[in-house]
């Protein structure tokens, strides 16, 4: 099942509450939140206190949207257990920013969350090998993480096919994500690759939102 998941980075935070609400009422079940510590990555984005304040907000209101974080962070063994605690649902780490990828995953699971691994663009699938049958999702970067709005980088179309070449082989079934320079323009090519959670940002916040989220998720439906 292919799914739409719109990033919260991309979101207006002065009308957070009506933004969230308008995904809720569209049947959005996925909420992207990268969180950024300006050395993993040259931005910074939000904490705990700000994704616990929006996951609380939403379930008093009754929207039910699981919280997908993306720790873009160095040594995120640091902060799994305030971040599970804050509401995330599931929990990325990134292969290339800590040295004991399985002590973290197995954290993750530990405190009652689904774990990923994400990758950069120009790390080797290789760094997977042993850990994949632990994992519930692997997350392709479609570009070099800390902005949004960059162009999709046309080697990754490749990658996604390789991952789910190797899903088939080993008999494993984890979920394939990307994010990264998803757009209009882009959605299809990653769809065809195999991708099945689509992190979208400035493609569903940028305009109509409404209107954004229905046109990706008819282009979505076509491949379920």
């Known amino acids: 099942m292919r799914i739409?998941?719109?990033s919260l980075l991309s979101a207006d935070f002065y009308n957070i509450r009506p933004q969230m609400e308008l995904l809720n009422s569209l049947g959005i079940k996925d909420l992207h939140v990268d969180v950024m510590d300006g050395a993993f990555v040259p931005s910074i984005s939000f904490g705990m206190p700000v994704i616990f304040a929006i996951k609380e907000g939403m379930l008093k209101s009754?929207?039910?949207i699981k919280f997908d974080v993306h720790l873009m962070?160095?040594?995120?063994?640091?902060?799994?257990?305030?971040?599970?605690k804050s509401g995330a649902d599931n929990i990325t780490i990134h292969a290339e920013c800590t040295t004991h990828i399985d002590s973290c995953i197995n954290l993750i699971k530990e405190m009652g969350?689904?774990?990923?691994?994400?990758?950069?663009?120009?790390t080797s699938l290789s760094v997977l090998e042993n850990i994949l049958p632990t994992l519930d999702l692997v997350l392709i970067m479609g570009v070099n993480p800390g902005f949004g709005g960059q162009k999709y980088i046309?080697?990754?179309t490749e990658k996604i096919k390789k991952l789910v070449e190797i899903r088939k082989e080993r008999n494993l079934n984890f979920i394939i994500q990307v994010d990264g320079g998803v757009n209009f323009n882009t959605i299809e090519t990653v769809l065809q690759a195999g991708?099945?959670?689509?992190?979208?940002g400035?493609?569903?916040f940028t305009g109509d939102i409404r209107e954004n989220i229905i046109r990706?998720?008819?282009i979505i439906k076509k491949y379920n």
């Open 4 to 6: 739409l998941s719109p």
């Open 62 to 64: 009754g929207m039910d």
């Open 73 to 84: 962070v160095n040594e995120p063994v640091r902060y799994v257990r305030e971040i599970r």
């Open 113 to 122: 969350a689904s774990a990923g691994i994400s990758l950069n663009p120009a």
């Open 154 to 156: 046309p080697y990754i």
């Open 195 to 200: 991708a099945e959670n689509i992190v979208a």
């Open 202 to 204: 400035s493609a569903v």
């Open 216 to 218: 990706l998720n008819d």
